[in-house]
């Protein structure tokens, strides 16, 4: 997934209905891949990826429609976490 352009849908922010911690999702949209097409998805695929806690509630709607670069680290038992976001024009 590595090759993979992610442009913004939108995104919405809100409170954890559990403890009140305030959440932003950013909605993406993208093509699906050849490894997408062998098991059986074809067309574009969307998914919500929860923003880094240090930029909850700073997105502004200019960024709808831009493309989504996404960093990861490793978090627990290994598993990615997306640790920063930055964005850029859609081409």
């Known amino acids: 997934m590595d090759n993979v352009r992610r442009q913004v849908l ?8 559990s403890d009140g911690k305030p959440l932003t999702v950013i909605t993406v949209i993208w093509q699906c891949t050849p490894e997408d097409n062998e098991h ?5 695929r969307y998914r919500d990826i929860f923003v880094p806690d240090g ?7 200019d960024c709808i429609g831009q ?6 680290e490793l978090g627990g038992f290994g598993s990615p976490v997306v640790t920063d ?5 859609w081409k």
């Not at 930029?55 to 709607?61: F, R």
């Not at 976001?85 to 024009?89: A, E, G, L, M, N």
């Open 40 to 44: 059986g998805s074809f067309g574009n």
């Open 10 to 17: 939108g995104y919405r922010n809100f409170n954890r209905k």
């Open 67 to 72: 493309e989504l670069v996404l960093q990861y």
């Open 55 to 61: 930029l909850v509630g700073t997105l502004k709607p």
């Open 85 to 89: 976001i930055t964005f850029k024009p």
